[in-house]
């Protein structure tokens, strides 16, 4: 059976990779990390849309059944540009729309949104939020050093705990009670983020409401798995910390890199 295609920049997408594991145990994944144009939330709404054609191309050409875009900065900034004929024809869900559910549910009104430099530009999160509910006071941070020290492996490291201390300051000082981790990244530096935002801050994390998404609509379209499972983890770029990376945050030691060509 035809694999669910999944993308991040480099191993932020993982979470969602994990998150879709858990819920959807018979699927396989064909997971593309893109390691050598990795960072994407540095780069202009063209550059990203580039990438995302491209990686959307090289995954239904793996003959996925479906795409998960587990990237927030090209859900925000590629996918609303991509017209139907550009896109491969399977279903394609993104990551913002369940994220910004999620806060919606939980705040009790004032809502920090943590994302890439490209994310907050683009004001996705705060415009999906506002759509659920228009009375939310919403603070946005980039947060432009978090993917290199995740890349780098630095997740639960004072360093990290510095930056973070510096990101959040405004949105804590500002008494945001829900912080959206607007990068699927962020989720790899959790307990860091929330030893320094404390208990009553909710922190929110797309990856299980993504999962669910794709659950629901693949049942809905009848696309279930009948095979057992199998994953593919490619990447653009040679990539032993990705490797070292994915065995950890997979739990699966058995995670072997493809490294493959996409332009
Ligand atoms: N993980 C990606 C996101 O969710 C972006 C990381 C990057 O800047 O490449 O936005």
């Known amino acids: 059976m035809d694999p669910i295609g999944v993308f991040d920049s480099g191993v932020g997408g993982l979470t969602v990779v994990s998150a879709l594991r858990r819920r959807l145990p018979g699927e396989s994944i064909l997971y593309l990390g893109d390691t050598a144009r990795l960072p994407y939330g540095s780069k202009s709404p063209d550059t990203v849309t580039r990438y995302t054609r491209k990686n959307l191309e090289f995954l239904s050409g793996r003959g996925v059944k479906a795409v998960v875009v587990a990237c927030n900065t090209a859900s925000a900034l590629a996918l609303p540009n991509l017209g139907p004929g550009e896109m491969p024809d399977v279903p394609i869900w ?91 990244h962020y989720p790899l530096i959790k307990d860091v983020l929330q030893r320094i935002a404390g208990p009553d801050v909710v922190l929110v994390d797309s990856a299980e409401q993504v999962a669910a998404m794709v659950a629901a609509g693949l049942a809905e379209r009848h696309l279930e798995a009948t095979h057992s499972p199998h994953h593919t983890f490619c990447v653009t770029d040679s990539g032993e910390t990705f490797q070292r990376l994915a065995r950890t945050i997979l739990k699966d030691d058995g995670v072997e890199l493809e490294w493959v060509e996409v332009v």
């Open 94 to 184: 993104g990551v913002i729309e369940p994220g910004a559910r999620k806060a919606a549910e939980v705040s009790r009104g004032r809502v920090g949104v943590i994302a890439t430099e490209a994310s907050v530009r683009s004001d996705a999160y705060p415009r999906a939020l506002r759509a659920l509910r228009p009375e939310l006071d919403i603070w946005s941070q980039a947060c432009p050093l978090f993917v290199p020290l995740v890349e780098e492996g630095w997740h639960d490291d004072p360093i990290t705990a510095q930056v973070a201390e510096r990101y959040l300051r405004p949105l804590l000082d500002a008494g945001i009670d829900t912080l959206v981790l607007g990068c699927t």
